[in-house]
């Protein structure tokens, strides 16, 4: 019998770090480069500082047949390149190398956020609220900017200033780049706190010590460790796994087997077996257009049914806990979270189950009656599951006008906010709480009174990965945008039978010729909904020249009034003497205005104008971008 090649071991997350640092450990050369966003490294903080697991490393000892060229993690120094490693990370990079740049390193922390956006950030922990057992401990991870200040939207007032150790103890926040070492944090800390009257306080750090700093300093983490004489062909199937293969085993597979101890079939429910068709298949199925396998829903998972089952669940037992007299703290989170999922009783399932699939089928309604017909032109997936779960809490209520105009409303906050790009738990969990109440008469829904969309936006939204972008496209088809060749609206029936999409206004060949750059034209401010015919027509040339060509007709297609084409034009927000004067700068400056209006009207809020630049870059940016503010700006 063969011996083994590998070995587990658990290992000091403190010491694997410092290894990384001093270059032992590497990565091989060929593995991604780090891209974590922000919101993932406050999940990975939290996890650690619950002492939580965040899966096993496995790493490559080097010396063997496996020569891989190495390369250090990340921010390392430059000193720690000279070392020949000992072992190479296979899987575990994007761990390591994130729990590496907010410890260790103890500089700034280059990632990204939600929106894409370029920031540079340091992370601290809130003591309060990660000792607050009812709190979830990812919004005690807090990440601010690198001058450690955070302002308002508008970035001229300070709402969390920690640029000095002094002002970190004032709001008892404490930063995780000094987890390992705390003693010297510690000292000053006291001494700002000292005096009998802030016993209690000190007390709350040393609790802080020893509930979550000391999980940091004991965390150990169990690593997979392929010894050198691991042949290559053995190390090339592992690494393929370890990155392409094997799924985790997600909440709904753990509900499934735990349904399975009462006698309940859950995968059945779900997939249908072959007799019956299950619940997927009839959601896929809604609506579905002639000609295409699936219809809006079809993007709705397992998991997102459960959560929205989750949150009936938990909103009964919040409620059963106030009827019994409970307040604040005592009361137990409405969630839609993995946790949720897991404690999800099976009577509850069957309970709320029938209501939570009406719900998805009266959002394919809703999602319809907004022009939004395919998952390709869905803004959020996400944003589904608290849409499904409001419709299935109101039944009949939404087709009432006032209700219907709100939801709508909230609707394209969500959308226009880019507020459901990620983390959105937290979110679905509130707007399941505060829209129905909204509904009755009460308080605008945070998702509506947080959005602030930014007027320059509509100059960077360029790629149909942009929840922005897909709405800006449904909200002129649902105003009635006409196409420019036949003058049809673009409902249901016309949109899948003329292939409809999003096409330039000012053809991407005549703008090439004219010296424009793609991340000027590209801009859905030049974009709109057309027909495949009607975009076949227009072609490469000049808008002058192909206007003229509609209104002249051919053999298949007929003359269209000079009138009625300027209407066609207007539909779409398009002033046509500039369109027919091929005069592109001014085009920009007059369309960007209205699609702005249009925004403003369907969120109910007053985009920003102002001078002050939302934090950070687009990750895509270039100098095309920089001449796309320039293009804009000259012409108004």
């Known amino acids: 019998m063969a011996a083994s090649t590998f070995q587990t071991n658990p290992f000091d997350l403190h010491k694997l770090l410092e290894d990384c640092h001093r270059g032992i450990i590497q990565l091989p050369d060929f593995q991604r480069s780090w891209v974590w966003d922000e919101d993932r490294i406050k999940s990975l903080i939290a996890s650690v500082s619950r002492a939580f697991p965040v899966g096993a490393l496995m790493s490559l000892d080097t010396g063997g047949p496996v020569n891989f060229k190495p390369r250090t993690v990340e921010g390392a120094p430059p000193e720690s390149k000279q070392v020949a490693p000992q072992s190479l990370l296979l899987d575990g990079q994007q761990r390591m190398t994130s729990l590496y740049q907010v410890t260790l390193r103890g500089k700034v922390v280059e990632t990204v956020t939600p929106k894409n956006k370029k920031v540079k950030r340091w992370f601290y922990v809130d003591i309060r609220k990660a000792l607050d057992q009812s709190a979830d401990r990812e919004e005690a991870i807090v990440g601010v900017p690198e001058d450690r200040v955070i302002r308002t939207d508008f970035g001229r007032e300070a709402v969390l200033d920690l640029s000095t150790a002094e002002n970190e103890y004032a709001a008892l926040m404490y930063p995780v780049s000094q987890v390992f070492d705390w003693d010297k944090w510690q000292d000053g800390f006291d ?24 999980n940091f300093k004991y965390y150990r983490v169990p690593v997979i460790t392929l010894d050198r004489s691991t042949s290559k062909e053995a190390v090339c199937v592992v690494f393929e796994k370890v990155n392409t293969g094997g799924k985790a085993l997600d909440a709904f597979e753990l509900v499934t087997a735990m349904y399975a101890a009462s006698g309940h079939e859950l995968r059945k429910d779900w ?8 619940r997927h298949r009839r959601l896929a199925e809604k609506l579905r257009p002639d000609g295409a396998e699936t219809g809006i829903i079809a993007g709705v998972s397992n998991t997102d049914f459960l959560q929205a089952i989750s949150l009936f669940h938990t909103r009964e037992r919040r409620r059963a806990a106030e009827a019994a007299g409970k307040q604040g703290k005592e009361l137990p989170a409405v969630s839609g979270n993995r946790q949720a999922l897991l404690n999800l009783p099976l009577e509850e399932y069957k309970r709320f189950e029938t209501q939570v699939e009406r719900g998805f089928e009266q959002a394919a309604k809703f999602l319809h009656m907004l022009h939004i017909y395919r998952i390709f032109d869905l803004p959020y997936q996400s944003q589904i599951v608290p849409l499904a779960a409001i419709l299935a809490d109101i039944g009949d209520a939404w087709e009432h006008e006032a209700n ?8 394209w906050n969500g959308v226009f906010g880019e507020l459901y790009g990620s983390a959105v738990e937290t979110r679905i969990a509130r707007d399941f709480m505060e829209v129905p109440v909204w509904l009755k008469g009460g308080p605008e829904p945070s998702t509506v009174s947080e959005t602030m969309f930014r007027a320059d936006r509509l100059k960077t939204m360029r790629m149909r990965l942009s929840a922005a972008y897909k709405g800006m496209n449904a909200l002129l088809m649902k105003e009635g945008a006409q196409d420019f060749r036949s003058g049809q609206k673009f409902d249901h029936t016309i949109f899948f039978g003329e292939n409809v999409d999003i096409h330039h206004i000012f ?3 005549w703008c090439k010729k004219q010296g424009i750059k793609p991340s000027v034209y590209d801009s859905i401010i030049n974009k709109t909904p057309l027909s495949y015919r009607t975009n076949r027509i227009i072609g490469g040339v000049a808008p002058s020249e192909y206007l003229s060509k509609l209104e002249s007709g051919n053999s298949t297609t007929p003359k269209i009034n000079s009138v009625n084409l300027d209407g066609f034009l207007k539909s779409h927000l398009i002033d046509p003497l500039l369109l027919r004067a091929d005069s592109f700068d001014k085009f920009m400056v007059d369309r960007q205005k209205k699609l702005l209006s249009l925004i403003e009207r369907a969120t109910g809020r007053v985009a920003y104008t102002g001078d002050v630049q939302e934090e950070g870059e687009d990750v895509e940016a270039d100098e095309d971008t920089t001449q796309a503010q320039q293009t804009i700006a000259r012409a108004g």
């Not at 001494?191 to 000391?214: C, M, N, P, S, T």
């Open 191 to 214: 001494k700002h706190w000292r005096g009998d009257q802030y016993e209690a306080v000190r007390e709350e750090f040393r609790a802080f010590k020893r509930q979550v700093l000391e």
């Open 271 to 278: 997939y249908g077996d072959d007799g019956t068709k299950g």
């Open 404 to 411: 219907r105009a709100k939801l709508v409303r909230w609707y």
């Open 507 to 509: 053809p991407q060949d």
